[in-house]
């Protein structure tokens, strides 16, 4: 079993649709990433956070320790945001900043 | 801004290359990392290195060496290219316990 899971690993939307990813890790942690990878290959960190609620303009992170799961929101989603979503968390024990990955969530809004 | 810049955006090499892949980042972090990324497989770490001229294996470091001779630049070597390194190749860098920069990625041709 994977130490981070995401879902959905693909997700199709009309623009305007408040969009949900969620991530699931088995594992200690002493924060969590939500990274954005856009065709052509770069990532951009989102947010990093160890509790509570992040919000970045249309974007929303929150975790919650105890349950291990993280999820990202985004409202009024827009073309612009089509890409692959990565949610990384950074082991307990990985005091050197080694990141543990999900798979990712590909998302594709339509106008 | 935090900038991780990777030598090359594409590659093509032929089977039995050396090839050097290079990271430089300017921010004067400790932490730096290469990985791979492959469909369906996610990230995955090859190396990292936490200091000057230190380093450690990753999950994938079969294949590969690395060097940081200097602060700023952390190096992956693939000794003799193989057609199974064909793949996305992304650097990135932290202090230790924080967030973490990407660079833009190199996709590596080996034919």
């Given amino acids: 079993k994977n130490e981070v899971e995401q879902s959905p690993q693909n997700l199709t939307a009309q623009e305007g649709e408040f969009i949900t990813i969620n991530c699931s ?28 609620k992040k919000k ?4 929303i992170a929150t975790i919650n320790i105890q ?20 949610c990384a968390v950074l082991n307990y024990g990985g005091s050197q900043g080694n990141l543990i990955f999900g798979k990712g969530t590909k998302l594709s809004v339509k106008p | 801004d935090v900038k991780v810049t990777q030598s090359s955006r594409y590659l ?13 980042q300017d921010m004067d972090h400790e932490n730096m990392f290469w990985y791979r990324q ?6 995955r770490l090859i190396y990292f290195s936490y200091d000057v001229k230190m380093k450690e294996k990753g999950d994938i470091p079969e294949g590969y ?33 924080r967030a973490a920069f990407f660079g833009q990625g190199t996709r590596l041709t080996v034919v």
């Fill in chain 2, 38 to 43: 492959d469909p369906g497989l996610g990230l």
């Fill in chain 2, 65 to 97: 060496s690395v060097s940081r001779e200097k602060k700023e630049r952390f190096s992956l070597i693939l000794e003799s290219a193989s057609t199974n390194q064909t793949s996305m190749y992304l650097c990135a860098s932290s202090l230790p316990g």
């Fill in chain 1, 67 to 86: 349950e291990k799961h993280s999820s990202l929101h985004i409202t009024a989603s827009h073309p612009r945001d089509s890409a692959v979503y990565i």
């Fill in chain 1, 25 to 52: 890790y088995s594992v200690g942690i002493s924060a969590l990433h939500w990274l954005q990878q856009h065709p052509g290959g770069g990532i951009v960190s989102l947010f990093m956070l160890s509790s509570g």
């Fill in chain 1, 56 to 59: 970045h303009g249309r974007l």
């Fill in chain 2, 12 to 24: 093509v090499k032929r089977t039995g290359e050396k090839v050097f892949l290079e990271c430089v």
